[in-house]
């Protein structure tokens, strides 16, 4: 870890674990900056007059998307979408050799959203255009990390310091992973809360502490980031139910009785209401699930300004 | 035709000889001086003075993707490759297109190397039918047909009951079965090592005990059966663990060991490079002194390369999408030389001559691996002190999928003679 005075010198934001904490604190700094323009009548500025971006999801999303566009358009950029369904990719061809008939198109920033670990990295060393990682498997999903340190920072002032409890599904998380790694190079004191089977122990290799009941973070944590739990066919073996998730897991009512009044609960949706949060606490005085969504904008625009519109503010 | 080998350092494991002399070879035999049929041929010489004079290196894992898939390799090609790394007799792997489950396919590889292979090729057969794991292959007509084993390769027999019927009707031919330790239930899509490098990259996790599950699975049928199974390219140190304690006991296991399993981590896979990717994954620091552990007291007592080539372009796309495997040939003589003798101390050069020589030949029963008279005159001349580099974009392979490109090692083979012939010298 480095607190030397940042410089931005990427072309790619692949992977939280690959930047240090004076890197983290330009792009939320910059973010903040972004962030006032948001709030102005007119929310254009002209950072990327002329440039194109391309959101290349090859895995379903629509937050993310919309937010990597409005990010773009206020940042005056074109912007181009592209669909798994729509894509050659199912007629066969690599996803290598798309990316590059993308660049032959003259795309300037390519956003990528893939279901394989490492894609974003593996096209960000085969193209000369910006890469921008909106999810690679279970990997990373930087903008998401970066967008809730950033709703933490904006709350509490600092990160340092900070406990925060991430509880979900951790082992198959992209938005774990990318929160973990800011979290930790920026100081703060994370916890992962889940079912033995989803929180391995091995993830304390990460730098956090791991625990499997709830009520062990409940009355001390200043955050609580709930992640969707799904109960697909590839999950069956690792937990037996939903119901059964809840009752363990669930942050209900009774539960969130216990935080701190100051303790915000996150989420980076979509939220299954009844299942890992109960509804009234999503909508309650806790919540900040929506300041999440607008701050994403924020903080996606100073990622492509940084990466692709030539240098720091 | 009478060919003389001057001055080298013979080490012939086999014959407990380890010397400076010359090797005399007279119609593709090996033979005594003393015993020339036809004194008055012409000699060639060969100066083989500061060097190793070894029987011809014999690598009991390959696969040279023929028929189906020559894209990646030919029976040609990946032959002269064993030609470049010293080897004298490779053993193909069943898992080709279609797979060498039946004695018509065993008779046309056959043929194909008679035309264009550079070294002895033996084949293996399928265990089973389509490499399935559900019903026996025609092994009785393989063996007829020529082959030395019977394995599954890259697939493993999940049933119980067919891999014991398996053993049993196979020990009729003599035929060891050689098996990819794979529990399909643990392993599940894994993808590499299951560790803190899994955890990070967020990457499906190959857990070791996917490997030791069907390692003592193995040595409870072969107990059961008093027949042989050797366990291919061991990766785990747990594995190590089992087959020394059953090894011990008399049980008829054996087991071989990969060069990338003894000289990377599962971290190389930092970078989502395919070319790291194999099946079994790379493992830890602790697994590669486990495994070293079992080749110096000689729990391991054979080396191979699982040499497996794939094209670039497949090779060249996102990591979990990629097919497991990489080349081995040419760098596998160096990499266990460098890592055995030179760095580790380990195991002494007699020693790591026989296991890629004497040791193979013996468990599948080929009448090579030594320089004994009378033997086929199959013989590696090897440098060990050389210094080399690898340069990958010079292999005879229609592949490239090396992770040791560019990579320096201490040891290499110098001279390739097959029956007599040179047929290949640096």
Redesign the interface.
Known sequence: MTNAPAAWTRKDLIAL?ALNAAEITLLLDTAKAFKGVGERSLKKVPALRGKTLVNFFVEPSTRTRTSFELAAMRLSADVVNIAATASSLQKGE???DTARNLEALLADIIVLR?S????A??LAERLGASVINAG?????HPTQGLLDVFTMRERFGRIAGLKVAIVGDI?FS?VA?SNVHALVKLGADVTLVGPTTLV?R??E??GVRVTHRIDDVLETTDVINLLRIQHERQRKEYFPSLGEYTALFGLTKARAARLQPTCLVMHPGPINRGVEIDSDIADGPHSVILEQVTNGLAVRMAVLYLCAGGGAA | MITKITGGRIIDPANGRDEIGDLWIEDGVIVDSSQIQNPKSEIDEIDAQGLVVAPGLIDLHVHFREPGQSHKETIGTGSEAAARGGFTSVVCMPNTNPPADNPATIRWIHERAAQIAKVNVFCTGGITKGLKGEELAPIGSMKNAGIVAITDDGHCVQNNEVMRRALEYARMFDLPLLDHCQDYGLVGNGIMHE??WS??????GWPRTGEEMIVARNILLSELCDAPIHCQHMSSGGSVRLLREARARGVKISAEVCPHHIALTDEALK??DANFKMNPPLRTAADINLLIEGIADGTIDILASDHAPHAA?EK??????APFGILGLETEFAIFCDVLVHQRAAIDLPRLIALLTINPARLLRLDRGTLSTGAPADVTLLDPAREWTYDVTQTPSPSRNSPFHGATFRGRAVRTIVAGKTVWSL
């Open positions: 674990d690599t996803l290598k893939h394989s670990a490492g894609a990295q593996f690679d498997g279970s990997h990373e082992l992209r992973r391995p091995s993830l290799a990460l | 560790g803190e955890v990070r990259l967020g990457l499906p970078g989502y372009y060249e796309v996102e990591l979990d999408q």
